[in-house]
């Protein structure tokens, strides 16, 4: 005899069923934020506002920009740079003249920079060196 296969419990989306409805993107939007605002640490709550109203508010302003299809993108570029860069560490050597993917820039006149030259406040001259 055949076995047959249990039917999955949650309905899974297929491709021509398009994405969630507008009415389920909200739900998972306020899903979210409540998850976010539950995960804030006791100590840190203050830092994101006085009473439950503004931490929401302000959990709901940090998402804002994850709507954006064009800063998706951008994000996406960046972790996908980040993660070549981190198994060719080769592909981040720059070519004189160009736009670098680690440390240095246009300034520098496309070299590397060592760690003291990528430091962005300069050492005080009474401090002692590292």
């Not at 203050?46 to 994850?66: C, I, K, Q, R």
């Not at 070549?84 to 080769?90: A, I, N, S």
């Amino acid at each position: 005899m055949l076995a047959t296969r249990p039917t999955p419990a949650v309905q899974i989306r297929t491709p021509d069923m398009g994405g969630p409805t507008p009415e389920e993107q909200v739900a998972m939007r306020k899903e979210v934020e409540r998850r976010l605002v539950k995960k804030i640490p006791g100590p840190l709550m203050h830092l994101f506002g006085p009473n439950s109203a503004a931490v929401a508010y302000t959990v709901s302003t940090m998402l804002d920009p994850l709507s954006s299809q064009a800063c998706n993108a951008h994000l996406l570029v960046f972790i996908l740079d980040l993660a070549l860069v981190t198994v060719f560490p080769e592909m981040g050597v720059m070519v004189e003249g160009s736009s670098p993917v680690v440390g240095g820039d246009a300034a520098t006149g496309g070299r590397l920079l060592k760690r003291r030259e990528r430091e962005l406040t300069p050492p005080r001259p009474d401090s002692r060196p590292p």
